[in-house]
């Protein structure tokens, strides 16, 4: 058999001879043996073809070295191996969240993965969250799902760790004036463009959320967004506003109340750039990840 460090799954890292009767105990013991580690620290990983598949479930598995290594009928002689922090036996009974950190300028700073318990809710990663993340206003944080650039759950201390979800987990700091003032209405808030051939919105970027205040125009919200993402008058002086659902969307006038328009639950505010190279503007690089437990 073949093993592959899967901190590097091009290079092979040993052999060994090993029988296809042998369980997922008997496999970890040869590995530890070979390396000279504790086999309770060791996950397996199966063969996909020439590369890692899936993490190889050890608690209640009565499969043998043949059944791992299957794949589409046929026996690859190869096994990807890695070690653990944790007994394997701890870490089978959680489940790893990533949070990416967003700023009060909604730039993605830090990315962190969480151990937390599989059968327990999101009341754990607030808790952790807030340990390891510098809050500039030392108030409570909220954590919502990104895909396509637009916020598509808003998650609770309630929400179940368990399933597993298609976008970005992100976390940001509630911003002063949500906590200190109570008119208004919080909204999601999406960077966005389109073209002469492509009207529909496309939409980009760092979302986040958002606190209208009763009766601000907005000219006024404009100047608070532009004040919050730290940019200038200069740099926004050609963005649009919009209030957007699903296809439709509708550019606000400057002296317009927001909040006197129709909002949905699935309603959000469009920071419209008709230059598209503004795109290109909100990539962030990619930051460190770092692994709590």
């Known amino acids: ?27 970890t013991q040869a590995i530890a043996n070979q390396l000279s580690v504790d086999p309770n620290f060791i996950r397996l990983t199966a063969p996909s073809g020439n590369r890692p598949g899936n993490v190889i479930k050890k608690l209640n598995n009565r499969q043998k070295l043949r059944d791992f290594c299957t794949y589409y009928d046929s026996f690859i002689p190869s096994l990807y191996y890695e070690e653990l922090s944790i007994p394997i036996n701890e870490l089978e009974t959680k489940k790893t969240v990533t949070i990416s950190w967003q700023n009060s300028k909604k730039e993605i700073v830090e990315t962190f993965k969480i151990l937390a318990p599989l059968d327990g809710t999101f009341a754990f990663v607030f808790a952790e969250v807030i340990k390891q993340v510098p ?24 929400s179940s760790v368990k399933p597993d ?42 979302p986040f959320q958002f606190f209208v205040l009763a009766d601000e125009t907005t000219q006024e919200l404009a100047e608070r967004i532009t004040s919050a993402l730290g940019l200038t008058e200069e740099d926004t002086k050609d963005w649009k506003y919009c209030i957007a659902a699903y296809r439709e969307h509708k550019f606000l006038e400057p002296d317009e109340i927001v909040l006197d328009n129709k909002w949905h639950a699935h309603s959000y505010l469009g920071l419209f750039h008709p230059d598209t190279a503004a795109t290109k503007r909100q990539r962030r690089p990619e930051r460190a990840i770092k692994i709590y437990n």
């Open 135 to 158: 809050r500039e206003f030392s108030n409570p944080i909220r954590i919502f799902e990104v895909n396509g650039g637009k916020i598509v759950n808003l998650l609770t201390e309630k």
């Open 1 to 27: 058999m073949n093993f592959y460090s899967l901190e590097n799954t091009t290079e092979k890292a040993f052999q060994l001879e090993l029988s296809k009767s042998m369980d997922y105990d008997d496999i």
């Open 165 to 206: 979800r298609a976008g970005t987990l992100v976390a940001e700091e509630c911003r002063p004036e949500e906590v200190e003032l109570g008119s208004g209405k919080l909204v999601n808030v999406s960077h966005c463009h389109n073209s002469e051939l492509f009207p529909t919105l496309k939409f980009f970027g760092n």
